[in-house]
């Protein structure tokens, strides 16, 4: 039997895991440090999971029709997912990207065609830098240009399909590749959808499980007075800010089986570091967030606790999108 798919679509998930051996080796670590490679995904990120998620979504409940134009905001890996995955499925796409967004995704979207916007076109989201992201004007504001120019908004931010798409496809397949045996489960956000969704999961099968969220530290937030100039691309905070800035999935999944047992905050500096020592260790070569939530889940790696533990990491895209920045600048 030939295996010839007809679609990209039909490619997303089931992506490996692939244990930090040489890393933990060279630093005499006890625990076992599991990455997902979700950039192995076809537009090489987590976010096809969702992109894919949002359109079968809107498709089942008679929401579009191919040949329809979808919109979003988005800091890039979810555009570039609902361009791809949209184009392959029949759908135009038009991003509204999150200034500093890095010059290589603005070329992808470039690349695929794309009538690209940014948070500034945003009417109600347009001062974001210097109030802090509000989410709740900045999707009132989506919502109206997709009502006025009769485009369909996926919602990425606050779609339950997004979180539930990982509760039954990333979430199961981290449980069946390891054979259940999952100790910690380690995610940054950005939708907050796959740590919600996985650790939704993975506590119904393992009440025990520690759900570790990840967050970019003060510093490393473009809105924080102390800011290094350095963040961490495309995630919020998950905890810690005042209720409009949390993830409205965390919020909303709060009595349905979500919570973290723990958040840690990375500063980018740190995640620049693991990303350049892991390239040369282990052959990785992930992006700023992955790369942030790797240096947490080697944090946790260290502690006495953890030693004989599996820990899991979700590596949401690699480094290919980040060569314009300081990412592997080694100085």
């Known amino acids: 039997?030939?295996?010839?798919?007809?679609?990209?679509?039909?490619?997303?998930?089931?992506?490996?895991?692939?244990?930090?051996?040489?890393?933990?080796?060279?630093?005499?670590?006890?625990a076992h440090i599991i990455g997902k490679l979700e950039y192995l995904n076809p537009t090489g990120s987590v976010k096809d999971r969702l992109a894919l998620a949002l359109i079968r979504d809107a498709e089942k409940k008679g929401l579009i029709k191919k040949g329809d134009t979808l919109i979003d905001v988005t800091s890039g890996n979810t555009g570039i997912g609902l361009a791809g995955i949209g184009h392959a499925l029949g759908y135009e796409f038009v991003p509204y990207l999150e200034p500093g967004t890095t010059v290589e995704r603005v070329k992808i979207f470039e690349g695929y065609g794309l009538d690209v916007k940014t948070f500034y076109d945003i009417e109600e989201a347009k001062n974001f830098e210097k109030e802090g992201l509000n989410v709740d004007n900045l999707i009132k504001g989506i919502k109206r240009i997709a009502k006025e120019?009769?485009?369909?908004?996926?919602?990425?931010?606050?779609?339950?399909?997004?979180?539930?798409?990982?509760?039954?496809?990333?979430?199961?397949?981290?449980?069946?590749?390891?054979?259940?045996?999952?100790?910690?489960?380690v995610a940054m956000g950005g939708t907050a959808g796959t740590i919600v969704g996985v650790g939704r999961y993975l506590r119904e099968k393992n009440p025990n499980v520690k759900i570790i969220g990840v967050q970019a530290a003060p510093s490393s937030r473009p809105e924080s007075p102390d800011f290094t100039g350095h963040i961490v691309d495309g995630t919020i905070p998950l905890a810690g800010v005042p209720e409009e800035f949390t993830p409205a999935l965390v919020k909303s999944n709060k009595n349905n089986g979500?919570?973290?047992?723990?958040?840690?905050?990375?500063?980018?500096?740190?995640?620049?570091?693991?990303?350049?020592?892991?390239?040369?260790?282990?052959?990785?070569?992930?992006?700023?967030?992955?790369a942030a939530a790797l240096t947490a889940a080697i944090q946790i790696s260290k502690r006495p606790e953890a030693a004989?533990?599996?820990?899991?990491?979700?590596?949401?895209?690699?480094?290919y999108k980040y060569l314009s920045t300081d990412l592997y600048k080694r100085h």
Request: hydrophobic share 30%.
């Open 149 to 185: 120019k009769g485009q369909f908004f996926t919602g990425q931010t606050v779609n339950e399909a997004n979180q539930e798409f990982h509760y039954n496809t990333t979430g199961k397949e981290i449980w069946e590749d390891t054979d259940g045996n999952v100790d910690y489960f």
């Open 258 to 290: 979500f919570k973290y047992d723990e958040i840690i905050d990375i500063k980018a500096e740190e995640a620049y570091k693991t990303a350049q020592e892991t390239a040369e260790t282990d052959g990785l070569f992930l992006g700023t967030s992955a």
């Open 1 to 30: 039997m030939s295996k010839i798919h007809q679609s990209i679509a039909e490619l997303v998930g089931n992506t490996p895991l692939v244990e930090l051996s040489n890393y933990e080796k060279k630093h005499d670590i006890k």
């Open 308 to 319: 004989g533990k599996n820990i899991v990491v979700i590596y949401p895209d690699n480094g």
